[in-house]
Structure formats: C-alpha cells, structure tokens
C-alpha cells in the first residue's frame, strides 16, 4: 500500500490527453511539499520528467505538464504518442515518516 | 552530466549478505546526496536510504532499518550498500541515484529531493 495513490493504469489513443492523478494526505502534498513525476520506459530505469510539480526538466516535451492542488497532484500528457507507454510514478516526501521519501504506485500508460 | 553504474548484485540464500556499489564517472560525486531506490519484480519504486556528502546525514526505510549500511568513498567516486540478513522479499532491481534540490518559482528547496539522474540498476535476488 504506497502512501501516494496512483491509478494503476490509464489509456488514451494517439493525440489524445490523458491526465494521471497522485493523491496524498496532509502529512505530504497537503503539508505542501512538491511531487515530483518519473517515466520509466520498458526494462529501463526511471528517469525526471517533471520537478518541484510543474516544471519540466531540459528535454522533456512540453507535451507534459504538472500541477498539484491540496493533498494532489497531477501529470498531463497532451498529443499522447506511442512512445509515451511507460509507467509513470509520483514522489514526494512524508514528514510522519522517519527520512521518508514516498513514491506513488505508479501508473501505466497504454496508447491504444 | 554524471553516470551512474551499479555492481554487486546477484542470488544469494535468505540470511546471506551482499555488497552493492555504485560508481560515479565524475569527481563531482562528492558534492551530491546520494540515494539507493529498488523496485521488486513488476512492482513499484521503494526509496531505501539516503546519504549526504560527507555522510553527516544517514536515512533508511523502515523495512531495511537494521539490516542495510550504506555508504560512500569521495576518493573513489563510489556509493556503497551493505545489505545483511537478507529475506526474500528484498529481491529486487536496486538504483542508485543522485538526490538534490529543485528550484521553483525562484525559490529553491531541499525536500523532496528530485532523483536525476539514475544508474541502470543491478538485480538482487534473495532465493533458496
């Protein structure tokens, strides 16, 4: 049980928008600590795609965006293309948990 | 921008140790927090410790609290995990990765640390 909430998959067809939600609670994002999102692709290791929850790190399309409101944060993939299927994980930081850093359980985008 | 590469993993019996390490292609390594993260086969990502730059500040996670070390040696560039008392539910892919502030709206800020990059990991196994 991940202490941030993702759903664990979603879907969409090429060019279309899929949003991904993280849902965390008042002793993380609602304490207002920043969610930061990682794509990890097939057999490869997760890499940055958005910091401090809105901003998108060098090279990252801008075809990806972040927000967080209250204990949520959100990923949005606009234009959706193939090579976008990948899991995707939220991460944040819990202070009711000793040095914890938290991920969400990840989701996993299929383009249909 | 950095490298990271991990070695040391492999199958070892449930109670049995192993020594995973992490080399850093630049001599900047000294100057980063750096953080060890695993994920089990087709599950998610676990943050499992963390370290400073002079090893002044050491975390774990609850579920390796007790049985893992880490550490790390600047003169090497290397980052260190001793893992002991193994169970079979550490299996896993194990990263290393740099962990650092971001900055935001023109402000800059510690927590949560943004993991980037990341190595390729190295796969632990704990079986009988």
């Known amino acids: 049980q991940s202490v941030l909430t993702q759903p664990p998959s979603v879907s969409g067809a090429p060019g279309q928008r899929v949003t991904i939600s993280c849902t965390g609670s008042?002793?993380?994002?609602?304490?207002?600590?920043?969610v930061h999102w990682y794509q990890q692709l097939p057999g490869t290791a997760p890499k940055l795609l958005i910091s401090g929850s809105s901003n998108r790190p060098s090279g990252v399309p801008d075809r990806f965006s972040g927000s967080k409101s209250g204990t949520s944060a959100s990923l949005a993939i606009t234009g959706l293309q193939a090579e976008d299927e990948a899991h995707y994980y939220c991460?944040?930081?819990?202070?009711?948990?000793?040095?914890?850093?938290?991920f969400g359980g990840g989701t996993k985008l299929t383009v249909l | 921008e950095v490298q990271l590469v991990e070695s040391g993993g492999g199958l070892v019996k449930p109670g049995g140790s192993l020594r995973l390490s992490c080399a850093a292609s630049e001599s900047t390594f000294s100057t980063f927090t750096m953080n060890w993260v695993r994920q089990a086969p087709g599950k998610g990502l676990e943050w499992v410790s963390s370290i400073s730059r002079s090893s002044n500040y050491i975390y774990y996670a609850d579920s390796v609290k007790g049985r893992f070390t880490i550490s790390r040696d600047n003169a090497k560039n290397s980052l260190f995990l001793q893992m002991n008392s193994l169970r079979a539910e550490d299996t896993a892919v194990y990263y290393c990765a740099r962990g650092e502030g971001y900055c935001r709206g023109g402000s800059c800020y510690s927590y949560p640390p943004q993991f980037d990059p990341w190595g390729q990991g190295t796969l632990v196994t704990v079986s009988s």
């Open positions: 991460q944040s930081y819990d202070n009711s948990l000793s040095g914890s850093v938290v």
């Open positions: 008042s002793s993380n994002i609602g304490a207002a600590y920043d």
